[in-house]
C-alpha cells in the first residue's frame, strides 16, 4: 500500500455515513478475539453490529488486517477476528509496527478509540475500559486506555472499567488524567459486572440530549483533546451476583498470580477464569452490559449527528 494521508481503510458505509453526517458507533475487536469465548464471540460481535442498525446508526468495528487499519469490517473480515487465533491483540502503540509488518490484530479500547477518532468518529461503545490492576504498587500494571482516552476527543460508553482492575486507584487516574466522566442515570460509578463499583461519580445524565450537551461544551471550551466517558450501569436484573463475583474474582487473581499472567495476557486470563468458574455467568453480565452500552452509542451517536453543526 503507498503511504495516504489517512493510513485508515473505511467501509463504504461508514465513509457514506459520515461525509453525509449520519449517525456512527464505533466497536472494538479485542472483546471479540480475546475477550469473549469461541464460538459464542462472532455471534456476540454480529448482534452487537445489529445493536447499533436497530438503534439506527452504522456499526464501525475496528481492527487491523493484514496490516491495514480498517474501519467497519465486513462478513469475512468479522469472521476471521472471532475465529483466526493468529490474531493479536493491539493497543495504540502496537498500531505502527503492525502496519509496518502486515500484522493482524483486534484492536484494544485505546487503539480503537484513536483510529475512529482519525476517521471523524465521535461516538464509540465497549464493554468495561482497562484500567489500574490491582497490585499496580509493585507490576505498574495499568491500561494504556487511559492515558490514550486523555489524549482523544471520542465519547465512549461503556459500563464502567473491568470490575477485576483496582477500581477506586482507576477513578483516582481518571481524575488526574483530566478525564470527564458521566454517570448515566446513576450517581454511582458502574462496576462493570456489576451495576455499581460502590464508588460515586459526580455528574449524573439521564439522556442522550444530554450528553451532547457536554460534547458540545467540550469541543466549545477547545484546548485539550479529552475523551468523555458515559458510563452506563448494567440493569440490576442483570447483573452478576456480587457474593459470587467477590470470590471468583480473589480466585482468578490468585490463579493469574501462580500462571504468571502479565502485561497484555493479564486481562484475558482473567476474564476468561471468571467466565469458566461463574459457569458463565460473568459471561452473561458483561454481554448485557456490553449490549446496554451499544443501544446508548446508537442513541447518542444519532443525537450528536442531528445537533446543529
Ligand atoms: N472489556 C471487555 N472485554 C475485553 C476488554 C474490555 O468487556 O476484552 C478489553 C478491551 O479491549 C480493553 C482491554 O481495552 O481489554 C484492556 O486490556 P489491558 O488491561 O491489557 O490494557
Ligand atoms: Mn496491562
Known amino acids: 500500500m503507498t503511504d495516504s494521508p489517512l493510513p485508515l481503510l473505511l467501509a463504504a ?56 487499519a480498517h474501519v467497519g469490517l465486513g462478513k469475512a473480515e468479522l469472521e476471521r477476528i472471532a475465529d483466526d487465533p493468529a490474531v493479536r491483540k493491539l493497543s495504540f502503540r502496537d ?35 482497562g484500567g489500574v490492576h490491582r497490585g499496580w504498587a509493585t507490576t505498574l500494571d495499568e491500561s494504556a486506555d487511559l492515558p490514550l482516552l486523555a489524549r482523544t476527543r471520542i465519547t ?9 482492575l483496582d477500581v477506586p486507584a482507576t477513578l483516582e487516574r481518571l481524575e488526574t488524567l483530566g478525564i470527564t466522566v458521566l454517570g448515566y442515570r446513576t450517581d454511582s460509578f458502574p462496576g462493570f459486572y456489576l451495576t455499581s463499583s460502590g464508588h460515586p461519580v459526580d455528574w449524573t445524565v439521564t439522556d442522550p440530549a444530554e450528553v451532547v450537551a ?23 436484573e442483570q447483573q452478576l451476583d456480587q457474593a459470587l463475583h467477590d470470590r471468583v474474582l480473589a480466585e482468578a487473581l490468585a490463579a493469574a498470580e501462580a500462571a504468571g499472567a502479565t502485561g497484555q495476557a493479564a486481562t484475558p486470563f482473567l476474564l476468561g477464569y471468571l467466565t469458566e468458574h461463574t459457569a458463565g455467568a460473568s459471561l452473561e453480565a458483561n ?6 452500552n451499544v443501544r446508548l452509542g446508537a442513541e447518542i451517536a444519532t443525537a450528536w449527528a442531528e445537533h446543529p453543526a
Not at 99 to 111: D, F, I, P, R
Not at 118 to 124: L, S, T, Y
Open 13 to 68: 458505509e461508514v465513509r457514506e455515513a459520515l461525509a453525509h453526517r449520519r449517525p456512527v458507533v464505533a466497536l472494538e475487536s479485542t472483546i471479540i478475539s480475546h475477550g469473549l469465548p469461541r464460538p459464542r464471540n462472532l455471534a456476540v460481535a454480529q448482534e452487537l453490529e445489529a445493536l447499533v442498525r436497530a438503534g439506527g446508526a452504522v456499526p464501525a468495528t475496528v481492527a487491523v488486517l493484514d496490516g491495514v
Open 156 to 164: 465512549v460508553v461503556c459500563a464502567g472499567v473491568k470490575s477485576i
Open 95 to 129: 498500531l505502527a509496527p503492525a502496519l509496518a509488518t502486515g500484522a493482524s490484530g483486534a484492536t484494544t479500547v485505546s487503539a480503537t478509540a484513536f483510529l475512529a477518532a482519525r476517521a471523524g468518529i465521535r461516538v464509540f461503545a465497549t464493554g468495561g475500559l
Open 214 to 236: 457536554v460534547m458540545r461544551q467540550q469541543d466549545r471550551l477547545g484546548g485539550l483533546s479529552s475523551a468523555l466517558l458515559v458510563t452506563n450501569p448494567v440493569p440490576p
Open 287 to 292: 454481554l448485557a452490559a456490553v449490549r446496554g
